[in-house]
């Protein structure tokens, strides 16, 4: 089982920065993508960005030159720094990572979800 736990969320100004963190744990083979998305209320969860094992990364076009995606150097973090946010990018942020607990069997674990209000 791989537990991830987030942090970094919080209340923020229209034009801000904030800095989210996501720890994966447990039966860890490999850690192959692990990546960011977001829910706001009466909306779908998006993806935000995400990361592999070797570095490729994919955004939203909603958040491209605002966030950064990346990886922590022990591979089992992951974080997204955010910045000049707007109020629209308020949101429940979840993290999400995908990989192998052994040689043949996959995980996809999900955060328990974090914060981000941005005030205008």
């Known amino acids: 089982q791989v537990q991830l736990v987030e942090s970094g969320g919080g209340l923020v100004q229209a034009g801000g920065s904030l800095r989210l963190s996501c720890t994966a744990s447990?039966?860890?083979?490999?850690?192959?993508?692990m990546g960011w998305y977001r829910q706001a209320p009466g909306n779908q969860r998006e993806l935000v960005a995400t990361?592999?094992?070797?570095?490729?990364?994919n955004y939203a076009d909603f958040v491209k030159g605002r966030f950064t995606i990346s990886r922590g150097s022990a591979k089992n973090t992951v974080y997204l720094q955010m910045n000049s946010l707007r109020p629209e990018d308020t949101a429940v942020y979840y993290c999400?990572?995908?990989?192998?607990?052994?040689?043949?069997?996959?995980?996809?674990?999900w955060g328990q979800g974090t914060q981000v209000t941005v005030s205008s």
């Open positions: 447990g039966s860890i083979f490999t850690t192959n993508v």
């Open positions: 990361i592999t094992s070797s570095e490729s990364t």
């Open positions: 999400n990572v995908r990989g192998l607990v052994t040689a043949l069997t996959k995980y996809d674990s």
